[in-house]
T-cell receptor, first 113, second 117 residues
Framework: ELKVEQNPLFLSMQEGKNYTIYCNYS?????LYWYRQDPGKSLESLFV?????AVKQEGRLMASLDTKARLSTLHITAAVHDLSATYFC?????????????FGKGTKLSVKP | GAVVSQHPSWVICKSGTSVKIECRSL??????MFWYRQFPKQSLMLMAT?????????EQGVEKDKFLINHASLTLSTLTVTSAHPEDSSFYIC?????????????FGPGTRLTVL
């Protein structure tokens, strides 16, 4: 059974601090996505990681993918309150012309002043 | 580009009635669309995969007679919750994949919040 495990599930940070969210998965895949979800809203795409060693940065967020270790990280630098949200990683499992996203449970981030 | 819309954004209905939710890809053709369900403070759960012109593939535990999916065109998929009950209250999110490759990214709609009284 494919599993996608995120940790931590809850994260309370002080503004200005750094932290990393981890996403481990149990099957071979070289495509991983990070999404942000605000309360009552749908998913907002943050990063698309398409190969081993991929690293992408946008503002205070940086995501990386290690397909050999089956691990992706989302690093937060100098957190600000606006980053408070729930963050999901999702692994793309593809076979032939079909494919599904398998989501982690999400990490609820709360950034406090 | 790659915008997906859903309608309605929220709906309140009485127990026993049926509710239809539409998912449209506005600026691309979507051979495959997906329907997810999300309970409060939980992750997204895939309900079914919908391919244009063919029957939907439902995930284990999802009642196909209760959640009717129709993907009649390359830009529209509908989910009908039949004989809705309070336990069907949830946030329903659709996504659409552009093109025919399983490697293509999914684009998510804004979601529909269903409340069954």
């Amino acid at each position: 059974e494919l599993k996608v495990e995120q940790n931590p599930l809850f994260l309370s940070m002080q503004e200005g601090k750094n932290y990393t969210i981890y996403c481990n998965y149990s099957t071979t895949s070289d495509r991983l996505y990070w999404y942000r979800q605000d309360p009552g809203k749908s998913l907002e795409s943050l990063f698309v990681l398409l190969s081993n060693g991929a690293v992408k940065q946008e503002g205070r967020l940086m995501a990386s993918l290690d397909t050999k270790a089956r691990l992706s990280t989302l690093h937060i630098t100098a957190a600000v309150h606006d980053l408070s949200a729930t963050y999901f990683c999702a692994v793309d499992v593809v076979w032939g012309s079909q494919g599904n996203l398998i989501f982690g449970k999400g990490t609820k981030l709360s950034v406090k002043p | 580009g790659a915008v997906v819309s859903q309608h309605p954004s929220w709906v309140i209905c009485k127990s026993g009635t049926s509710v239809k939710i539409e998912c449209r890809s506005l600026d691309f053709q979507a051979t495959t669309m997906f329907w997810y369900r999300q309970f409060p403070k939980q992750s997204l759960m895939l309900m079914a995969t919908s391919n244009e012109g063919s029957k939907a593939t439902y995930e284990q535990g999802v009642e196909k007679d209760k959640f009717l999916i129709n993907h009649a065109s390359l830009t529209l998929s509908t989910l009908t919750v039949t004989s809705a009950h309070p336990e069907d209250s949830s946030f329903y999110i659709c996504s659409a994949r552009r093109g025919t490759s399983g490697y293509n990214e999914q684009f998510f709609g804004p979601g529909t919040r269903l409340t069954v009284l």
